[in-house]
């Protein structure tokens, strides 16, 4: 049997109904076989502050363990104020520590961020970029995934516009690839 690899999804958005959801769903749909992809939740997690860490609640535990099972990573995330909403930077945070246990090193990853906006969230999604340089996770280049005009993704039933969905096959597709590439390493 080939190999399946776990992805676990972050979605930088607590929204119901959330764009971001929605994409990250829909790239769950897309993916191809080698992938398993699955959303890991992070809005029970509470403030990462050191002072706890020696008695570090369960939520952060919980997550950690689901990033180290996962073999990859997908971040997908709306912009807020240009730059990375905090429960996603938290999530991030959370995942780092302890010091020399980061849960996210060397995981494969990927960011796609999605904006009712015409810039698809191009500054939220360099600035998770800028942190997936220090956690030393090989980020997929390219295709860059900035999704703008998310009000009309989605039509009434929830089903993905017929104009986005080669480009998240594309792009999921990819990610596949490079999931494979650098999990061997
Ligand atoms: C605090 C805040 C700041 C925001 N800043 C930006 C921004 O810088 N750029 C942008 O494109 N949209 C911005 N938005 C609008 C979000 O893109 C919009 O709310 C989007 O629907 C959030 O993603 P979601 O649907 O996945 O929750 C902001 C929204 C909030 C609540």
Redesign the pocket.
């Known amino acids: 049997m080939s190999q399946v690899y776990s992805v676990a999804v972050v979605v930088g958005?607590l929204?119901k109904?959330?764009?971001?959801?929605k994409v990250a769903r829909a790239l769950s749909e897309l993916a191809p076989s080698s992938l398993a992809l699955r959303i890991v939740e992070i809005a029970d997690l509470p403030l990462y502050n050191e002072d706890v860490e020696a008695t570090a609640p369960d939520s952060w535990k919980h997550f950690r363990d689901e990033i180290r099972r996962s073999d990859a990573v997908l971040f997908v995330t709306?912009?807020?104020?240009?730059s990375v909403p905090g429960c996603l930077k938290n999530a991030i945070d959370v995942g780092s520590r302890p010091y020399g246990q980061s849960a996210w090193a060397g995981k494969p990853t990927a960011v796609v961020s999605?904006?009712?906006?015409a810039?698809g969230?191009f500054?939220a999604n360099h600035a998770v970029r800028q942190s997936l340089v220090f956690l030393d996770m090989p980020c997929m280049q390219m295709p860059e995934a900035y999704i703008g005009g998310?009000a009309s993704l989605f039509d009434e039933a929830g089903k993905l516009s017929d104009k986005t969905r080669p480009f998240l096959q594309g792009f999921i597709d990819k990610f596949a690839s490079w999931v494979k590439l650098n999990r061997a390493v």
């Open positions: 958005s929204r109904d959330s764009y971001n959801r709306p912009e807020y104020n240009r999605v904006s009712p906006g810039i969230g500054g998310a």
